[in-house]
């Protein structure tokens, strides 16, 4: 038996789209055929990324929006379909994350980081989740939360509660969307080294992140992306309402802690 996965004709829409993960989860939905709307909250990134990605032979269209504000989400959206004529694939990727030990957190960096987060989650889905409706296709969401929604990670409490938000708003949607033939999962990616990222890591932080991971090599944004490619494909029909931990088993337990030796 072979399995393939196939988006010829489909539309997929990618926010944060021009570095990190979502630059990877965009290029992994183009390889697989679907036809790419790619957001950042900066027009000059999101044309640099796409740029990128039409040079390398994938169809793909900027749509800048910073996805806090509900009216630019819903250009957005308004643009993807006026650009392509539908909307099938929607991947909430946009985030960020500022380390900061939690008795120094400002109101700011909370609601900044709860604004991208969360909010910015549940505007770029809503907006979606409309069109897909008013198009009658049905669709696929998938929200990148992070393992970090389940396991506290010291300096970043605002935004593990942003991820956990992410997760339950997730299951919330899955329940009162697939009625309409719209699913929508979230993954929750371990730890994966990406150019730019949220705050600038100690070599101990990172040391130690890698020595959790279970699997004999480090993640890479490719990983993250083929687990959304999953989750967006027709091979995850009747999944929705879940949330799949991509991190090489570090959550599983601790790989290095042995009862006996070796
Ligand atoms: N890299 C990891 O180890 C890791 C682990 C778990 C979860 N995640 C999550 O994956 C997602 C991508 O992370 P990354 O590591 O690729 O980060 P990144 O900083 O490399 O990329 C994030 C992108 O989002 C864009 N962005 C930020 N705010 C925005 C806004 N308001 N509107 C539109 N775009 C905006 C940025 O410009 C950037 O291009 C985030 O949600 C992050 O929380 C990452």
């Not at 993807?80 to 994350?97: F, S």
């Not at 990148?144 to 389940?150: H, L, M």
């Not at 004999?216 to 931990?245: K, Q």
């Amino acid at each position: 038996m072979s399995v393939s996965i196939d988006f010829e004709g489909r539309v997929a829409l990618v926010t944060g789209g021009a570095t990190g993960l979502g630059l990877a989860i965009a290029e992994a939905l183009g390889q697989a055929g679907a036809r790419l709307a790619l957001n950042d909250i900066s027009s000059t990134r999101a044309e640099r990324a796409c740029a990128g990605l039409l040079a390398a032979g994938y169809v793909c269209h900027p749509v800048p929006a910073d996805v806090r504000d509900a009216t630019a989400v819903q250009a957005m959206v308004d643009a993807t379909i006026t650009q392509y004529g539908r909307l099938d694939i929607v991947v909430a990727n946009a985030g960020v994350y500022p380390n900061t030990p939690f008795l120094d957190l400002t109101e700011s960096e909370w609601d900044f980081t709860f604004d991208t987060n969360a909010k910015g989650v549940f505007l770029t889905c809503r907006s979606a989740a409309r069109a897909m409706l008013e198009l009658g296709e049905g669709g696929a969401i998938v929200t990148i939360s992070s393992g970090a929604a389940t396991n506290a990670i010291w300096g970043w409490s605002h935004y593990c509660a942003s991820k956990a938000a992410v997760v339950m708003l997730t299951k919330g949607m899955a329940l009162e969307l697939a009625q309409h033939n719209i699913r929508v999962n979230a993954v929750l990616p371990g730890f994966i080294d990406v150019p730019e990222g949220g705050a600038p890591l100690s070599p101990a932080f990172r040391e130690a992140q890698h020595a959790a991971i279970p699997r004999p090599r480090l993640g890479e944004p490719r990983d993250i992306a083929n687990a959304v490619v999953l989750l967006a494909s027709p091979l995850a029909d009747w999944i929705t309402g879940t949330t799949l931990v991509v991190d090489g088993g570090s959550s599983a337990g601790r790989a290095k802690l042995r009862p006996v030796d070796v």
